[in-house]
């Protein structure tokens, strides 16, 4: 095969092959999409690992039972929950606004802001 004149787009090395060919193997192919990738990615993880944490926290206050039970927000703060990351919110018949972190929620209270009732989502049987 004969040079096209082109150099790798990952590690400037000379290309050998087709005239088209970007790159002068495989792994200097995936490095370079990898590095593109990595940016979105990392965000993506970081709002992901806040989801998943933000859950984890509400399992944890609910205690695997099927109850609901009345939290403050400094509570949730100091296991490091984050507000602003959620799945999804339910409005319920009496305009009551839901927020969940998958199937975990909890609502604000009206009486005291700075209280919650955690929630479990309840699950249909089929």
């Given at each position: ?6 150099n790798?787009l ?6 050998q092959g087709?005239?088209d ?7 200097c192919?995936n ?22 944490k933000n859950?984890n ?17 400094e509570?949730l703060l ?5 507000f ?7 409005v ?5 606004v839901y927020v ?15 209280w ?8 249909v049987s089929?």
């Amino acid at each position: 095969m004969f040079g096209n004149g082109k150099n790798c787009l990952y590690c400037d090395q000379p290309v050998q092959g087709r005239a088209d060919k970007k790159f002068c193997d495989d792994q200097c192919r995936n490095s370079y999409n990898n590095q593109l990738k990595a940016v979105k990615n990392n965000v993506i993880r970081n709002i992901n690992n806040a989801l998943k944490k933000n859950r984890n926290i509400l399992e944890s206050i609910l205690q695997n039972t099927d109850e609901t039970i009345k939290v403050n927000r400094e509570k949730l703060l100091q296991e490091g929950f984050q507000f602003k990351y959620y799945t999804h919110q339910y409005v319920n018949k009496k305009g009551n606004v839901y927020v969940y972190c998958y199937d975990f929620g909890y609502l604000e209270l009206d009486r005291d802001p700075d209280w919650f009732l955690v929630v479990r989502k309840k699950t249909v049987s089929k």
